[in-house]
Each structure stands twice: as C-alpha cells, then as structure tokens.
C-alpha cells in the first residue's frame, strides 16, 4: 500500500488510518528498515511515532537504509 503514489493524493487521510492501524497491533514491538531516500516514508513513521536507530547499507548495491522500532506495550507489561 505505501508503494503507490495515491498516498501522495491523500496524505492526511493515509496517515491517520495507518496510525489507527498501528496504535491497533497487540505486539510489544514493531520494527523494519526503510530506503534512506524514501522521504515520504521516513515522514510517515515519525508521524506514527517510530523511533530512528541508526543508518546502515543493505541489499546488494549497499544502499543507505533506516532501522526503525516503536514499542507498542505499555513498558511496565513487559518482561525482561
């Protein structure tokens, strides 16, 4: 769904149901890795409350990427 340009056509709308999506999932934690040059992207998820961890190169052209998290329990619920 983030792969088409529609999301240009509704920015708003987009990123409010996808932070209703978001705030929805039972895990504790979510995470991934974003293209460094997908502006938009990198826009949303901080609008959705992701954290930045660090920058790192992947794939075969070594590419800069973005890892990324969001703790999604509440952090007295979680066991260590």
């Not at 999301?7 to 209703?20: C, G, H, L, T, W």
């Amino acid at each position: 769904m983030l792969c088409t340009p529609v999301i240009r056509d509704y920015p708003i709308a987009f990123a409010r149901e996808a932070k209703k999506f978001i705030d929805s999932r039972k895990e504790k934690l979510l995470f991934n890795i974003v293209d460094a040059r997908n502006v938009t992207h990198v826009k949303l998820l901080r609008f959705l409350g992701f954290k930045f961890i660090r920058v790192i190169t992947y794939g075969p052209n070594n590419l800069p990427f973005i890892e990324f998290c969001k703790l999604c329990a509440d952090p007295q619920q979680l066991s260590v």
